[in-house]
């Protein structure tokens, strides 16, 4: 098997490994997945809004789960560890799924995307966009969209910056597909500069920075110097 065909042939299986997975730990909240290859085989992390879920009782959820990756998938020595996600407002997929399942439930489309739009916002991040798409009132497939603070959709911003979260929601009618791109509040954008002069002020408040002594025999820049008195001014005073 040639380079080209062994990475596109791993990646799939990647792919493959995150759908199997995610269909799995649904339930438990999946956020995500982070896989490693390592001396000793293949680390899994999985991240979920309720990992005692995955793990199961004595660890039994969690060794099953790992046997039928190392069988179905062929991944050498698989071990998996659960990691809580500490804020799940601001995990993009925890908050797809949320939705699709509150659309599930029967909520109207408009309400459920204004409201997982306020709960993102109100965790701190810096901007959000919610996608809706499918048969939503009629027979017609169409995309209403919500969106607050800032969204970058493309260049380097938006790959590195901008989380994205994806489910399906099941109804009558037919699926609703599901998107959720998140900024979180640590993004750095490019085009936010902080200048210079409002560092040291705050600096100075904070007391870090003191002001510079001045040199001896030198006035004030504060207080006026004294004008100097010449010889002819005494000479007139004497007369």
Partial sequence: ?????????????RVLLKEYLRKETEKAGFGGIDIQRTPLGTRITLIAEKPGMIIGRRGGAIKTLTEAVEKDFKFDTPAIEVQEESNPNLNAQIMAQKLA??????????????STVKRIMDAGAKGCQVEIAGKLTGERHRTEKFKEGHVKYCGEPALKFMLKGYAVAKKKPGVLG??????????????????????????????????????SGQPSENKPSEPVQTQVSQDRQKK
């Avoid at 098997?1 to 299986?13: D, G, L, P, Q």
């Fill in 178 to 215: 599901v998107t959720v791109w998140i900024m979180p509040p640590n993004a750095k954008l490019p085009d936010e500069i902080e200048i210079g002069i409002k560092r040291a002020m705050e600096a100075e408040k904070k007391g870090e920075v003191k002001q510079p002594e001045q040199p």
């Fill in 1 to 13: 098997m040639t380079s080209e065909r062994k990475f596109v042939h791993e990646n799939i299986r």
């Fill in 101 to 114: 399942v509150a659309l599930e439930r029967g909520w109207h489309f408009r309400r459920a995307g204004h």
